[in-house]
């Protein structure tokens, strides 16, 4: 998991188990980010379309959950239109993702162990940094 701000430099990566769901990672993944202060607007796919995500980031972080709503969605709509316009800058995030798998090191997972792993994706951040600032 990776978090991104609005240049697509990192801001948090975290590595994890692929058992469980991306909802559930959020939290953790915001707690290990690079910069004291958490976003204060975080936008997501449909995969994080959970209101007690939603209250949960605002009540420990203080931060607004952005994404669309899943199309089965049996509660009311909670999310506005306009802020659902940000949504479309989310591919920022994509491309923080392209650079990473620009080194070979975490496209083909050698490490054994998960801390040298996410080591090595921290590594990557830490370049990105340094290349774009």
Excluded at 5 to 27: I, K, Y
Excluded at 104 to 126: D, I, K, S
Aim: aromatic fraction near 10%.
């Amino acid at each position: 998991m990776a978090v991104a701000d609005r240049n697509g430099l990192p801001v948090a990566a975290w590595t994890t188990s692929g058992a469980r769901h991306e909802s559930q990672l959020v939290v953790d993944t915001l707690d290990a980010r690079f910069v004291e202060e958490a976003p204060h607007v975080l936008i997501g796919d449909k995969a994080y379309d959970s209101d007690a995500l939603d209250e949960q980031l605002k009540l420990e972080l203080g931060t607004e959950l952005i994404s669309p709503h899943r199309a089965r969605r049996v509660r009311p709509s909670t999310q506005d239109g306009r802020k659902l316009r940000r949504y479309k800058r989310r591919w920022k995030v994509e491309r923080l993702f392209a650079w990473l798998m620009q080194f070979r090191r975490l496209v083909t997972r050698w490490e054994l162990y998960a801390p040298n792993f996410e080591g090595f994706v921290h590594l990557g951040c830490l370049i990105i940094l340094l290349r774009r600032l």
